[in-house]
């Protein structure tokens, strides 16, 4: 008797979740998917599928045209892409990238404990339901608060202020939030700074092609936390060092940066204020571009900054 | 029980038109681009074929879809990724004696001789513009394969000149 209940609770629950993604609208389901995404959680596929289904749903009644229909899509499968035998390849495997990392999926077990397209019923486990339940919560008070303005168009870069005093300097936006808390270490390791802008779709000039000569990279390490995404990256020589720190301010700004009592000066290149300063015997440029908040800090001669200024707008 | 040609051809279609539009959705919102996203999921039936007695064993189809798309994802920006740090890599080796990267070079020059500038043009519509394979293929006149095996030539001259 308690099973059945139990099954029910666990119904409604689901039931309740496909309401609450019903209400959403499609961009905002658009971005929860994106941020699905990034979960490397398999068990979040049980959610990413419940979001697909509500979209697919919606396009079938009212196609959008932003996505092509199946028919066609087919069509140009069997023209384009099918394979003759089984011994072709994906069509992005180029051999050595993809020797560490195969293309088909290595841990289709771990799958069969979802219940998506799966040939025995078992209901879902109770909790991740629960799980998905504050998920979605959470996203819907987060869409529904006044910070979905920022969202859907973007950081008001123009309300958005360099404020400094005698020790502090940052920009300061009209909205400040909570940056909320660190999700987990990189998966990916890259060997430089412009590969993992280019790999999370960052188009935007932020990474200087110069460096002084004799420093390497010595580290490079992104953060993903549910409101921002940080690059940094070290370059050493010997005792010396340079940081060049990216971060995507969609949603607020870093807050700010400590700095000498005196010196701050302004670098204008490519349209772009850069505020240069000094901290600690370190030089220091700090400057937006588009949603970018980036910082350069290192034992450099203000030269030298500006020449890796400079580059960066070079290609 | 072993099936037939056309049955896993019957299997493969069924579950092509049940689950592009979703795999689409994903992959299109994860990839901001339209035909990049279409070209992922495409790829992923693709390695369905290849990979269908696997697929047909599963217990869970459309996770193995899912999980292979999220792999394709991941292999399609890695992949595009290395293209362009290889553009910068040899523009770089170069930079001294030619300056930096721009149309305004001959890319035979700039790149010594080892590429062509019609593989240059192929390299810049693909890690550059985001053209997706199929894209580059059809304005070029080959097919998705042959443009993908130029793109390897390339990749392979590349490493050995410049790695």
């Known amino acids: ?315 | 029980m072993m099936l037939s040609k056309n049955e896993q051809g019957l299997f493969i279609e069924t579950l092509y038109r049940e689950m592009f539009t979703q795999l689409n959705i994903y992959a299109q919102n994860v990839l901001r681009d339209r035909s990049l996203g279409e070209e992922a999921v495409q790829d992923t039936f693709r390695i369905a074929c290849i990979k269908i007695d696997e697929l047909m064993a599963s217990s869970n189809p459309k996770g193995w879809l899912m999980n292979t798309l999220k792999n394709v994802i991941s292999n399609m920006k890695r992949s595009r990724a290395r293209m362009l740090r290889m553009l910068f890599v040899a523009a770089e080796m170069n930079e001294a004696s030619f300056g930096s990267v721009n149309d305004d070079i001959d890319p035979e020059i700039m790149y010594g001789g080892v590429i062509s500038s019609e593989d240059f043009a192929l390299l810049k519509k693909i890690v550059l513009e985001r053209y997706s394979i199929l894209e580059a293929a059809e304005e070029l006149g080959i097919s998705v394969e042959a443009c993908k095996k130029r793109l390897q030539r390339i990749k392979e001259k590349f490493k050995k000149n410049f790695e």
């Open chain 1, 1 to 315: 008797m308690r099973g059945v209940q139990a099954m029910s609770e666990l119904d409604d629950i689901k039931r309740k979740n496909t309401e609450q993604l019903d209400q959403m609208s499609t961009d905002d389901l658009e971005e929860l998917l994106k941020a699905k995404s990034q979960s490397s959680e398999n068990t979040d596929m049980e959610d990413v599928f419940s979001i697909l289904e509500v979209i697919e749903k919606r396009e079938k009644t009212n196609p959008s045209g932003k996505y092509t229909g199946v028919d066609a899509a087919w069509d140009s499968f069997q023209k384009n892409y099918r394979p003759s035998s089984k011994e072709a390849k994906s069509i992005y495997d180029f051999a050595e990238d993809t020797k560490d990392n195969t293309s088909y999926p290595s841990d289709v077990k771990k799958l069969e404990d979802i219940n998506l397209f799966r040939r025995d019923r078992r209901p879902l486990r109770r909790k991740a339901l629960l799980r998905m339940a504050c998920v979605i919560a959470s996203v819907v008070i987060v869409l529904f608060s006044s910070t979905i303005v920022a969202r859907a168009f973007g950081f008001d870069l123009w309300g958005a202020v360099a404020k400094w005093t005698s020790d502090t300097f940052g920009f300061e936006s009209k909205d400040t939030t909570d940056e909320g808390t660190v999700t987990g270490p990189p998966v990916i390791k890259y060997v430089d700074l412009a590969e993992a802008l280019y790999d999370y779709n960052i188009a935007a000039e932020l990474v200087p092609s110069w460096i002084p000569n004799a420093f390497s990279l010595a580290d490079l390490k992104i953060l993903e936390t549910p409101k921002k995404i940080v690059f940094d990256a070290v370059y050493n020589n010997d005792n010396k060092s340079i940081t060049i720190h990216i971060t995507d301010i969609s949603e607020g700004t870093n807050g700010s940066y400590e700095k000498d009592e005196q010196y701050t000066t302004i670098y204008e290149k490519n349209d772009i204020i850069h505020y240069i300063m000094t901290n600690n015997e370190q030089i220091v440029a700090i400057w937006m571009n588009e949603n970018y908040e980036c910082m350069i800090s290192g034992n450099l001669s203000e030269h030298e900054l500006k020449k890796m200024i400079d580059s960066i707008y070079e290609r």
